[in-house]
């Protein structure tokens, strides 16, 4: 195998870009009860995938610390919450919809003043090319933008009286209390945000469990939740999850658990839970989804979705496409067209000129996909593509691997991670079978140009997953359509609209249609702080 292409994937000291140097940042305090609270105690480091030549050869860069905070702590975070809720007389529940939305503007406004800080540490942290970290930092704002505009929506919709039988209601959007906030290291500012922004600005109280890598990326960003939101509403977790996460859900004192990661553990959080039927679950969770390309596909169209779908960020989104079936009529020259082109990616360093293949925050991710190459090479696979499977400490160069079946791990492992196997199948009734037979249920891909066969399966898939994209990738956007998944691939709904309704309640204020009630209604809705955005629906 020719590496001398990536033998270039660490960086001397001397050769860093300057705009993308960056000195260490030893984070010595945390958001709790709206207050920097100074941290004096034991820190964990943050190792960058991006390697530098050292003694025992290429070696993580440190990038800083942060506080190892304790069970204690976490303990103070719930306390707070639950004053700042104060079974929703908080200042922060009580506020009313037209002055959380001020406080959300004004967070959006602190949060741009960090952007280009963000996306160097998203950068350095996790390995995410300059591309993909300005995106993810941007999309979050066109997030949390159209958030503000969705609830304006919600409000008007949600708060209209109803008359039926007799009685009259004014129905209003309420939130649930204090909501558990933990997402994972591929979009640490955008996935954790999908969550706590709808959750926040539905006025629940937020613990926020920074994730394990692009944990530093948040730290500009705490003075802004400082500065933006009353006191208590927003509470910083750091420290072990496994440590400072069970007394929390021990506690009962949680009502809604918001994680993005793996069914395990979110099973694990769950049974922590002393009464599990009272909590709420918003929950995206495994994927492996898949790609099925027909005798009737265009190859080039398939090639090149497949290639953004399981490569994009290395393959490491929950929506990339994991297992690709090929019909038995095309699967040679698909085969052929796609190694030709993943060998063609260009890989290097998060800064590099149109960089696609970077370097893994994972530390144990190059080992354990080595190990699902082995496997499928030892049971008769090969790895197609020039240079696949390449690895150093941190870095692996995309393989697509060919043939693979169900006596694999890559046919039933989510490898997350830059590995694309390929299945060659005869019927269209196999791929069907792999994904009633799946754990998960989250997306699939169908590419096929023939009209009646892509109507034969979008039946039976829109039935075993959330989404079924034709001739073209999986992926979670645009934000403004629902985002969840069957079996164990998701809990609840996400989007920029559903989830302001998952993390929210309707309740009413009911009563017998009279004049006298009709006007003492009128009233409250015209005194009433947290009531409607604009008097449209006073009757
Ligand atoms: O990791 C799961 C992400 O939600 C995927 O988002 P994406 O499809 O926009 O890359």
């Known amino acids: 195998m020719d590496t001398t292409r990536f033998e270039n994937i660490f960086v001397a000291e001397n050769q860093i870009p300057e705009e993308f140097q960056l000195p260490e940042i030893h984070q010595n305090e945390y958001l709790l009860n709206g207050e920097m609270v100074q941290w004096n105690g034991p820190v964990n480091e943050v190792w960058s995938p991006v390697c530098i030549p050292g003694a025992e050869g290429l070696q993580r860069k440190l990038v800083g610390t942060y506080p190892d905070t304790s069970p204690k702590e976490a303990m103070e975070a719930l306390d707070a919450a639950l004053a700042a809720y104060n079974n929703g007389m908080g200042e922060w529940p009580a506020m009313s919809v037209e002055k959380r939305i001020g406080c959300m503007q004004n967070f959006v406004y602190l949060m741009i003043k960090q952007r280009s800080l963000v996306i160097k540490l998203l950068m350095w942290e996790i390995g995410k090319s300059l591309a993909d970290s300005t995106k993810e930092f941007d999309r979050t704002v066109d ?53 706590l922004i709808p959750a926040l600005i539905m006025g629940n109280t937020i613990l926020f469990k920074l994730p394990k890598h692009g944990i530093l990326a948040h730290y500009p960003l705490l003075e802004a939740f400082k500065e933006a939101f009353p006191k208590g509403a927003v509470n910083t977790l750091y420290g072990k999850g496994s440590e400072i996460i069970p007394p929390l859900m021990e506690s009962g004192k ?45 190859l080039d169209v398939a090639v090149s979705e497949c290639i953004a779908g ?37 890989p290097g360093l998060p800064w590099d000129k149109d960089v696609k ?24 696979a090969k790895v197609m593509n020039e240079g696949g499977g390449y690895m150093n400490a941190s870095f692996v160069f995309p393989a697509v691997v060919y043939p693979v079946d169900d006596s694999m791990k890559l046919y039933h492992e ?6 694309v196997p390929v299945v060659r199948f005869k019927s269209i009734e196999e791929p069907i079978d792999y994904q009633i037979n799946a754990s998960h249920g989250m997306q699939v891909s169908i590419f096929s140009n023939d009209p009646a066969e892509v109507a034969s ?15 073209c990738q999986a992926q979670r956007g645009p934000d403004v359509f629902p985002f969840t998944g069957r079996k164990d691939s998701a809990e609840g709904t996400l989007s920029v609209f559903d989830a302001l309704r998952s993390f929210s309640i309707r309740s009413l204020v009911a009563a017998k249609v009279t004049d006298a009630n009709k006007e003492l209604l009128n009233r409250i809705v015209r005194d009433h702080e947290s009531g409607f955005l604009s008097t449209d629906y006073i009757f």
């Open 143 to 195: 997030y949390i933008n159209a958030t503000i505009d969705a609830l304006k929506e919600l409000d008007r919709e949600s708060s209209r009286f109803q008359e039926a039988e007799g009685t009259i209601a004014q129905t209003r959007r309420l939130p649930l209390g204090v909501v558990l906030s933990m997402g994972p290291f591929n979009y640490p500012l955008n996935e954790i945000f999908t969550t």
């Open 254 to 298: 949680i009502n809604v658990l918001a994680f993005i990661g793996s069914s395990k553990v979110a099973n694990g959080l769950k049974k922590q839970h002393p009464k599990v039927n009272r909590l709420r679950a918003i929950l995206s969770l495994d994927a492996k989804n898949a790609a099925i390309v027909t005798n009737n596909a265009d």
């Open 310 to 346: 399981s490569l994009s960020f290395n393959g490491q989104r929950c929506t990339a496409l994991k297992l690709i079936f090929v019909q038995e009529g095309v699967a040679d020259e698909f085969v052929k067209k796609l190694s030709d082109a993943v060998s063609a990616l260009k």
């Open 357 to 380: 293949i970077t370097p893994l925050p994972e530390a144990d991710k190059p080992a354990y996909l080595k190990e699902c190459i082995d496997d499928a090479v030892a049971k008769g």
């Open 414 to 419: 989510e490898q997350f991670g830059p590995v």
């Open 457 to 471: 399966l979008i039946d039976p898939f829109v039935n075993l997953v959330s989404r079924v994209n034709i001739n």
